[in-house]
């Protein structure tokens, strides 16, 4: 066995790592139907898609578990550069079947579910929240997140990440560049590139811009694309959030 300059005595190490995930809702599965409208979504947004990996969300799944084919889904999915690589949620037989095309299982429940049921308790369980140990949750939430701060232009194909807080860029991202973020993404300047905000699930994240000309924004997995933001706040100074799950832009001076 060759030893390293470094003199490693071990292999490899496990550590934590925070991966941006896309998550796939599947309602019912019939091949040429979930590769027709899986072609449909990536021509809106090819260069969003290409190469990520992709989790199968089977909680509002309704069609019959026979037709649960992860084999002819993983490998439709793989013929347009997208990688499957595990499922959330469904029944017994249903992650039974994901874990024969090892595929890893990941527990039910969204992450918007887990952070709305973080938030304060509803008047019903006031008596059972007064129970719980609350000191050591407001200490560390009074603990701030760190903001990612860049002061040089976002330039095509560069990707800059902000894991844990927001991003503050003080120069234009380009088109071809992406910027994402645990919390908000300030722009201050104009956002040609791709806006990824809210990555690990945060709905209340939001995306500021002093002109709006971006590829693609996407808040906590809700996105849309260059053509759809055209249709209000393009070339102008807004900020965009979600509304009822769906992304809207409004002026900054009316926000």
């Not at 509803?122 to 059972?128: K, L, S, T």
């Not at 693609?216 to 900020?239: F, P, R």
Request: charged fraction near 20%; aromatic fraction near 6%; hydrophobic fraction near 40%.
């Amino acid at each position: 066995m060759s030893q390293t300059t470094s003199d490693v005595s071990q292999c490899f190490q496990l550590k934590s790592a925070s991966v941006s995930l896309t998550a796939l809702e599947l309602y019912f599965f019939e091949n040429d139907t979930f590769e027709a409208t899986l072609r449909d979504k990536i021509s809106q947004a090819p260069g969003f898609f290409k190469d990520i990996p992709l989790i199968v969300s089977l909680e509002k799944y309704e069609g019959p578990t026979s037709e649960l084919d992860f084999f002819k889904l993983i490998g439709t999915c793989r013929r347009h550069n997208i990688h499957v690589v595990g499922v959330r949620g469904g029944t017994e037989d249903q992650r039974r079947l994901a874990r024969n095309a090892a595929l890893a299982l990941l527990p039910a429940g969204s992450q918007r579910d887990t952070a709305r049921n973080q938030e304060a308790p509803a008047a019903d369980d006031a008596e059972q929240a007064a129970a719980l140990p609350v000191a050591p949750v407001a200490e560390k939430s009074s603990e701030a997140k760190p903001a990612k701060i860049v002061t040089q232009p976002v330039r095509s194909g560069q990707q800059v990440y902000a894991p844990e807080g927001d991003l503050i860029i003080l120069a234009p991202v380009q088109a071809g560049a992406e910027v994402l973020a645990a919390g908000n993404i300030h722009v201050y300047g104009p956002l040609r590139g791709r806006a990824l905000a809210g990555i690990h699930g945060a709905a209340g994240a939001r995306v500021f811009c002093q002109s709006l000309e971006a590829e693609l924004v996407s808040i906590a997995g809700h996105y849309k694309i260059s053509e759809d933001l055209q249709e209000s706040g393009w070339k102008a100074a807004v900020q965009i959030l979600l509304k009822d799950d769906v992304l809207v832009a409004l002026p900054l001076d009316k926000a």
